[in-house]
């Protein structure tokens, strides 16, 4: 049986049965589970500060890794764009002045990829760490963007490697006989005495005795476009080196080319004649430059060192008879 439970009661002087309502014994066990749960809570919000359980202790220590692996990448890709910099920098006042071409101005190194928006999928995310994973997100973006105007710049400068390797080439640049002991020019570029008319007459080019039949090279790679007999030079071979260059040698016994075919520096063309108005067996050596006469002393540099360069324009400027 249930306990019965009384109660005093002061105006009657009895004790008198205490009537419990339905009302009471659930209002009673409300309170119960209320106090029950709010105690639960509060120690399972205690438990789960301070005890983790294996599986969060796992997560805990992923996150933390993957934390340290952003910040390593954020770290590599700041030292990736610093040595991109300086290749950059190396790019615009090495490589393009050397091979005379325009520096890539900043504003196109440095163009935009999108703005925001391009990111706007990541933060809608709510990321607890949006703002170092946008952030690296946007480096390699840049790093992206950078390498690909970098990558561009190299295809343009291994053109002009290309380029200025062939130029280097065809630019005339040794003498067209062979010359070792420095003594077969007898005639340089300018006024100098006719050996005919005994009167003193421009003289385009250069002149080097040698024996009849004494091989003659040609002096940068180029395009024979002429060789046959041309009045007073006689015998003579043009070549076309292009670059606005063009070299002409007179006076030949026999040609070793034909028009139209293409030869190398120092591939045979011919050989010293006496063709033409002459006086004696020699190569006359013209060069030009955009269609004007230069002095084609100052192009035999390939060949020599600095005192035999010397001693070549010494003899070139004493004022002595050509031979045509």
Request: glycine content about 8%; charged content about 25%.
């Amino acid at each position: 049986m249930a306990r019965v439970k009384y109660y005093y009661d002061t105006e009657t002087c009895k004790y008198e049965v205490v009537k419990v309502r339905p009302v009471d014994i659930v209002l009673n066990l409300l309170g119960f589970v209320t106090l029950s749960v709010i105690f639960a809570l509060g120690m399972t919000l205690i438990f789960s500060r301070y005890y983790k359980t294996d599986q969060e202790i796992v997560l805990k220590k992923k996150n933390e890794e993957l934390l340290m692996h952003y910040k390593l990448i954020k770290k590599q890709l700041t030292e990736v764009n610093e040595m991109l910099t300086a290749l950059q920098k190396r790019d615009d006042n090495i490589y393009r002045v050397i091979f005379e071409a325009e520096p890539i101005p900043a504003s196109v190194r440095n163009a935009g990829t999108g703005g925001v928006n391009r990111y706007e999928d990541l933060l809608k995310k709510g990321l607890q760490e949006e703002d170092l994973i946008v952030g690296t997100f946007q480096k390699i973006d840049e790093l992206k963007r950078k390498m690909y105007v970098q990558s561009k710049s190299y295809d343009e400068i291994s053109m002009l490697v290309k380029n200025k390797s062939k130029m280097l080439a065809s630019i005339p640049a040794i003498q067209p006989i062979n010359n070792k002991q420095l003594t077969r020019l007898s005639s340089g570029f300018g006024v100098r005495m006719h050996p005919i008319y005994k009167v003193a007459q421009f003289h385009p080019g250069v002149d080097f005795a040698a024996p009849h039949g004494t091989p003659i090279y040609a002096t940068g790679d180029g395009t024979i476009t002429e060789a046959k007999f041309s009045g007073g030079y006689g015998n003579a071979v043009k070549i076309n080196h292009g670059y606005g260059y063009e070299t002409y040698y007179a006076h030949m016994s026999a040609f070793a080319v034909r028009p139209g075919q293409k030869v190398k520096r120092g591939e045979l063309i011919g050989y010293v004649g006496n063709t033409g108005f002459s006086t004696a067996p020699h190569l006359h050596y013209e060069v030009f430059y955009n269609g004007e006469w230069v002095n084609p002393v100052y192009y035999f540099f390939n060949d020599l060192k600095p005192d035999e360069y010397q001693k070549i324009l010494e003899l070139a400027s004493i004022e002595n008879q050509s031979l045509s």
